[in-house]
T-cell receptor, first 115, second 111 residues
Framework: GAVVSQHPSRVICKSGTSVKIECRSL??????MFWYRQFPKQSLMLMAT?????????EQGVEKDKFLINHASLTLSTLTVTSAHPEDSSFYIC???????????FGQGTRLTVV | EDQVTQSPEALRLQEGESSSLNCSYT??????LFWYRQDPGKGPEFLFT???AGEEKEKERLKATLTKKESFLHITAPKPEDSATYLC????????????FGPGTRLSVLP
């Protein structure tokens, strides 16, 4: 299957700082990328959907000013958690798909811990 | 209301004991149904895509089927390494703009 690389896999940051997570599609061009958050033993919660070159569409309840998403190219999307707080600690996962009917492939996930 | 459900929530099997996982959906304009496997602390791993009722896909001990209302993931003679959470996801909407995951089934295969 196609490869989606997510970096970093783990990050610890201090409360009030910002953290950037990168998601890259390595062997295909991703017209759409998704960002999810996952709590322990729960399913994936969609945060936002981004299409290359346009603004991300955020799910209800997700603060767009706190979770900044940039999809500047067909192979790269970034999620920046601004002014992180301990309650932002979670497992963040990105996925990418090549076209609208294709399967989405997932990154390895990023474990964010805010102390 | 559009939704995706999975059952059972958790399943424990003995090695070699075959079973099936269910994914039921009520959405308009289904474009595809996807099965994923997720191990703890990792991103989901893609398994299958099913696009139309009657379609079947197989991979090693896994077989996925699709009807107009649900999909089954059949596991034949499972091994302990099949233990994981299995997620289904539904793509729907005229532009494929909706991609929704079910809550998952946690499968444990005991040796």
């Amino acid at each position: 299957g196609a490869v989606v690389s997510q970096h970093p896999s783990r990050v610890i940051c201090k409360s009030g700082t910002s953290v950037k997570i990168e998601c890259r599609s390595l062997d295909f061009q991703a017209t759409t990328m998704f960002w999810y958050r996952q709590f322990p033993k729960q399913s994936l919660m969609l945060m936002a959907t981004s299409n290359e070159g346009s603004k991300a569409t955020y799910e209800q309840g997700v603060e767009k000013d706190k979770f900044l998403i940039n999809h500047a190219s067909l192979t790269l999307s970034t999620l920046t958690v601004t002014s992180a707080h301990p309650e932002d600690s979670s497992f963040y996962i990105c996925s990418a798909r090549e076209d609208r009917d294709a399967e989405a492939f997932f990154g390895q996930g990023t474990r964010l811990t805010v102390v | 209301e559009d939704q995706v459900t999975q059952s059972p929530e958790a399943l424990r099997l003995q090695e070699g004991e075959s079973s099936s996982l269910n994914c039921s959906y009520t959405v308009s304009g289904l474009r595809g149904l996807f099965w994923y496997r997720q191990d703890p602390g990792k991103g989901p791993e893609f398994l299958f895509t099913l696009y139309s009722a009657g379609e079947e896909k197989e991979k090693e001990r896994l077989k996925a089927t699709l009807t107009k209302k649900e999909s089954f993931l059949h596991i034949t003679a499972p091994k302990p390494e099949d233990s994981a959470t299995y997620l289904c996801a539904v793509l729907y909407g005229g532009y494929g703009q909706n991609f929704v995951f079910g809550p998952g089934t946690r499968l444990s295969v005991l040796p």
